[in-house]
């Protein structure tokens, strides 16, 4: 009976088990795609979809100019407008709301989690309501907002907005009508995952996450527009189901104001935040700066409408796909690879499916491993794979092939940086590209100081992965580390923080290139501490750091010796007057003859410093 008993309990359990979708599982875990918090929502929906639309106008960009021998320059719209708002009641010398107030006709009126609230007084035009104990006074007096008493001290009426409309519109090639449901409502779907080459997009979660958030915090379907050259303006209104297929609600054939691209808006619980680093506006200002080939137009949601204008006459080297590398594979992706290949045998499997593998090398390791070169790459057994793999990463291959990388370039950052910020001294350094795990990368640092650069104490850090600004979780990103293990007191920086960061008018800016850049997480907010991307970004900083000294240095000596000149200039009259007792030279000719060389030295000093720069 006790057996029977325990199936019986085993049977019920297993009968609880079903498999979960992705589609289910991010709604349930939105903050493992970054949307965990109001304000950080409103950035990554803006982020997901700018990324989007650059990958696709670049990409445009670059097949325009093969046809036309023209560059075609990627235009990305944002828009956010209030789409629901209303009043809310704070208490004196509190900061968290009691109520909201809603106007229906020419009455106001309380609601409370979502509840009218009546009145438990009446008298002429004020109204008395009793708020989970707390009197509340609401008196109208004919203005826009009424006069709120709460405890009968005066409470503030501040505007809250429920709900935003975030509209992102490109002027890329547009999507095929049949192609938009998948792109737009379904995880997991895209033609990034596969190809080894770098893009902002990796995972076909990004924009998808965007509709799945509206989704679920307003209910209301993303609206989707694209147009190809060729093609109609088709408006879809999308949703995603629990199994993850994308559900269209409407669609129409619409009248669209670019003669191609591609137009999201969508419907977001969210906060809106006008500056600071986690801002939409820093977020934006930060893309611009490493994507100078792109013009960025933002209209905030006080339709104040600000203009990033590219500061580039080209686009950015186009990034070619290259094969993945032995020294990055591993059991299952090497197998994976076996099992679908086209190549008839292992030896053209090694040469043609895996990069730089030479036909010596291929025979070199068929003949020690004893496998016959003719096999069948589907015929390998498992210990066969594994002695293949581990042959493979001893072999003395070359670096993988690096035109799969895209760096922003450093004229163009130099120039785009000291747009932006005016500064007197930018450095700027790209490195050559280097490997981890047999991936290619390639790290780009820059600083910039003085001129127009606030001392706001600690150095500003804009971090970039893939011309991405990362806003989030500095603290655990390798970009962070390598600053915080720079020694930069050696390169005349006078205030250093107790975590290695510099204090003063700095910008330090740090970006890596890579056809895999290791995040941290799904939200894409830090790069993992591998020791050889650390290396790279600290030898790029350091040799920013050379730079600025020389500078600082010159600087400093022309402080020094202006210093001295002035310090001289004062006992010129009283030596002219000495002078011209000795010698009978009068005293005005001996004053210009001093200011003469004094000024010959400050020439001299400025001649030194230009050419040490």
């Known amino acids: 009976m006790a057996d029977k008993k325990f199936d ?6 297993g009968s609880q088990m079903k498999a979960v979708s992705v589609a289910e599982f991010f709604k ?31 990409e445009y960009g670059h097949n325009y100019y093969k046809k036309n021998k023209k560059w075609y320059f990627p235009e990305i719209y944002v828009d956010i407008k209030k789409e629901e708002y209303g009043l809310v009641i704070i208490p004196k010398g509190d900061d968290r709301p009691l109520a909201d107030i809603i106007k ?16 438990s007084k009446v008298d002429g035009n004020r109204k008395t309501y009793n708020v989970d104990g707390t009197k509340v006074e609401v008196i109208e007096e004919g203005l826009k907002k009424p006069k709120v008493y709460v405890e009968n001290e005066r409470a503030d009426i501040k505007e809250r907005t ?41 995972q076909g979660i990004g924009i998808s996450s965007v509709v799945l958030y509206a989704q679920q915090t307003t209910g209301i379907p993303a609206k989707i527009i694209s147009k190809t050259e060729k093609g109609k303006a088709v408006q879809m209104e999308i949703t995603i189901a629990d199994n993850n297929e994308p559900i269209v609600q409407n669609k129409e054939y619409v009248n669209f104001s670019l003669e191609h691209g591609t137009e999201i808006s969508v419907v977001i619980e969210a906060d809106y935040i006008s500056s600071g680093e986690k801002s939409v506006y820093e977020f934006l200002r930060r893309t611009s700066i ?29 990034p070619k796909e290259i094969k993945p590398h032995p020294y990055g594979l591993e059991f299952g992706k090497l197998k994976d690879m076996l099992l679908v290949t086209s190549s008839r045998n292992i030896r053209s499997f090694l040469m043609n499916d895996l990069s730089r593998v030479s036909g010596a090398i291929a025979d070199s390791i068929l003949s020690k491993l004893d496998i016959d070169p003719s096999t069948k790459p589907k015929e390998l057994t498992r210990r066969e794979i594994e002695k293949l793999l581990r042959a493979l990463q001893k072999a003395p291959l070359k670096r993988p092939p690096t035109d799969c990388l895209s760096p922003i370039g450093k004229d163009a950052l130099k120039k785009s940086i000291t747009e932006d910020t005016k500064a007197e001294f930018v450095a700027v350094v790209s490195r050559k590209p280097a490997v981890y795990k047999g991936i290619p990368f390639l790290v780009e640092a820059a600083i910039a100081y003085g001129g127009e650069i606030k001392n706001t104490g600690t150095a500003q850090r ?30 005349k920086v006078e205030n250093v923080a107790s975590n290695g960061l510099p204090s003063g008018p700095y910008i330090i800016i740090v970006h890596i290139a890579s056809v895999w850049v290791p995040y941290t997480s799904e939200g894409k907010s830090a790069i993992a501490g591998y020791p050889a991307i650390i290396k790279e970004m600290k030898l790029a900083l350091q040799e920013c750091g050379r730079k600025l000294k020389g500078y600082l240095s010159a600087k400093y000596r022309e402080k020094r010796s202006a210093q001295r000149r002035s310090l001289f200039e004062i006992y010129v009259p009283e030596l002219a007057y000495s002078l011209s007792k000795i010698t009978d030279v009068k005293e005005k000719e001996i004053i210009d003859g001093l200011k003469k060389v004094l000024n010959k030295g400050k020439a001299d000093s400025e001649v030194d410093k230009d050419a040490k720069e």
Not at 291 to 314: E, G, Q
Request: glycine share 6%; aromatic share 10%; hydrophobic share 35%.
């Open 462 to 491: 804009l971090r970039y992965a893939n011309k991405i600004p990362l806003v989030y979780d500095a603290a655990g990103c390798a970009i962070t580390k390598a600053i915080q293990e720079t020694s930069w007191k050696q390169y």
């Open 28 to 58: 349930k875990n939105k903050h493992l795609l970054g949307f965990d918090s109001p304000i950080k929502a409103m950035l990554m929906v803006v982020k997901e979809a700018v990324d989007n639309s650059l990958d696709a106008t670049e």
């Open 162 to 202: 429920l709900k935003y409309r975030v509209t992102i519109r490109d002027n890329g090639p547009g999507i095929i009508e049949k192609n938009i449901p998948n792109v737009f409502g379904k995880l997991l779907y895209g033609s990034k995952f596969h190809r080894l080459r770098q893009s902002r997009g990796q």
């Open 8 to 13: 019986d309990i085993a049977e019920e359990l």
């Open 290 to 318: 490493v994507n100078p080939h792109a013009t960025i137009i933002f209209s905030d949601p006080n339709k104040k409408k600000y203009v990033f204008k590219r500061t580039a006459t080209f686009l950015p080297p186009e």
């Open 104 to 119: 229906t006709g020419k009455k106001w009126e309380l609601m409370h989690f979502g509840k009218k609230l009546r009145a």
